[in-house]
């Protein structure tokens, strides 16, 4: 996981989280697996038949899902700010 450096993750808690030890809110959460995705998204087109990235891959999809249907019921407010500011479908 060289890809998802220290640096990388404050400055990815700072953006979306409170601060950047907010390591626990579920913006923050989203953001991480959002950036997650995108590069085993990267992965998996140049490396169709590895099985094993793409159970993870859907694995953390199914995880951010499941975040952001709390964060909908819970808050439906703070949801439309992290679908609009991550650009995703919804």
């Known amino acids: 996981m060289n890809y998802l450096t220290s640096d ?8 979306y989280g409170q601060s950047n030890t907010d390591t626990g809110s579920a ?9 997650r995705i995108s590069h085993l998204t990267e992965h998996m087109k140049n490396n169709k038949k590895d099985f094993g ?3 993870s891959l859907l694995r953390l999809v199914g995880k951010r899902r499941r975040l ?22 919804k």
């Open 27 to 35: 913006e923050s959460q989203i953001a991480l697996f959002s950036y």
């Open 8 to 15: 990388k993750k404050q400055e990815l808690f700072a953006t």
């Open 53 to 55: 990235t793409q159970r």
């Open 68 to 89: 952001l249907d709390y964060l909908k019921k819970t808050d439906i407010e703070r949801y439309r700010a992290i679908v609009k500011a991550l650009g995703l479908r």
